[in-house]
């Protein structure tokens, strides 16, 4: 604590004190703590006062949390071998085409999808963005000479058949495709046969959870 130099401005007789403080945050759900934030109490009147001065230091210290957090997040949350390798399928592209179209050097792909190499940050932001930004892949892309194919399937879908690719790697994904595309286009007769074609098939889709389940009874995948 630091007596203020400046006197309480609500009551006119006190010194303000200054304190620190943590205080809880997060970003679209990931939570980290903001520490070294201040304020001041007046010894006199007990008000708590945050003087301008204070508020900018503050607001220097909530950006430089959030930047540190966003980090952080990035860190924890790498690209699997796996999902790069779901997002190279989803784009349609062999292991040289991807490294045609993002960098990385002739054998890139086949290192990152093994995990013998982790991808740099920029190479991760790439990858990403192809991902969750169509325009963004497409463009890419274009540049890398590759002809971009329409596809009926939304980008909705592809994201979701990319969080299942452990999964869909198992199971046959260009029937699988047809028969969601024709689920999800709500042809309720195509849907009926979906249905009944993967009752038999190793795996599950149950719409009401949006998961997949192994056709045993005894085995759940979270
Ligand atoms: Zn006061």
């Known amino acids: 604590m630091n007596a203020d130099l400046k006197g309480c401005p609500v009551c006119g007789e006190g ?9 809880d945050s997060e970003i679209d ?16 009147c007990h008000e708590r006062v945050t003087t301008p001065e204070l508020s900018r230091q503050n607001k220097k ?17 790498r690209l699997t071998p796996s999902t790069i390798l ?8 062999t292991q040289s085409q991807a490294a045609r179209v993002f ?3 002739a054998n890139a792909f086949s290192k990152y999808e093994n995990g013998d190499v982790t991808p740099s940050d920029g190479m ?15 463009w890419l892309l274009r540049r890398g000479g590759i002809p971009v194919v329409q596809t009926s399937v939304s980008s909705a879908i592809d994201a979701k058949l990319a969080l299942h690719s452990d999964l869909l790697s198992r199971i046959n994904e260009e029937h699988f495709r ?10 309720a007769a195509a849907a009926r046969g979906f249905a ?27």
């Open 29 to 44: 759900g990931y939570k980290f703590v903001i520490h070294g934030l201040l304020y001041s109490v007046c010894d006199h």
């Open 61 to 77: 210290v909530v950006i430089e949390a959030r930047a540190n957090a966003l980090t952080e997040r990035d860190r924890e949350q």
């Open 196 to 222: 009944r074609e993967f009752h038999h098939s190793e795996f599950l889709y149950s719409a009401a959870n949006d998961s997949f389940q192994p056709n045993r009874p005894d085995v759940m995948v979270a």
């Open 178 to 187: 047809q028969h969601f595309e024709a689920l999800v286009s709500s042809k």
């Open 86 to 93: 779901a997002i190279r399928k989803k784009l349609r592209l």
């Open 15 to 23: 010194a303000l004190v200054q304190h620190i403080h943590d205080r």
């Open 103 to 105: 960098g990385g050097g």
């Open 124 to 138: 991760e932001k790439l990858l990403r963005i192809s991902n969750e930004v169509p325009e963004a892949a497409n």
